[in-house]
């Protein structure tokens, strides 16, 4: 069974920074691309970045781009999301995300830019 675990999340003040972690189970993680989306309340799921299964290509959401760092450890199975000049408008659950057919994403953690 896929499992995907965020922690990370928290309350930051607007251009502050935090690195969001994902562990991943249950399936062989070095073989997949993955990613973060990410969602705000009252909005739908927008894709923030992904990274392929051998950690040598990204893309980015132009509302992150240069901002977010994504990158992962395929020996621990781990993925990362990290998010600097965080602003009011990064607020939202991130999810890390197995895409395709058979999409998959986490519990979510909280994320909130707030002073």
């Known amino acids: 069974e896929v499992q995907l675990v965020e922690s990370g999340g928290g309350l930051v003040q607007p251009g502050g920074s935090l690195r969001l972690s994902c562990a991943a189970s249950?399936?062989?993680?070095?073989?997949?691309?993955m990613g973060w989306v990410r969602q705000a309340l009252g909005k739908g799921q927008e894709w923030v970045a992904t990274?392929?299964?051998?950690?040598?290509?990204?893309t980015y959401a132009d509302s992150v781009q240069g901002r977010f760092t994504i990158s992962r450890d395929n020996a621990g199975n781990l993925l990362y999301l990290q998010m600097d000049k965080l602003k009011p408008e990064d607020t939202a659950v991130y999810y890390c995300a197995k895409p395709g057919s058979d999409f998959r994403r986490g519990q979510g953690t909280q994320v909130t830019v707030s002073s």
């Open positions: 990274i392929n299964n051998e950690g040598s290509s990204t």
């Open positions: 249950g399936f062989t993680f070095r073989q997949y691309a």
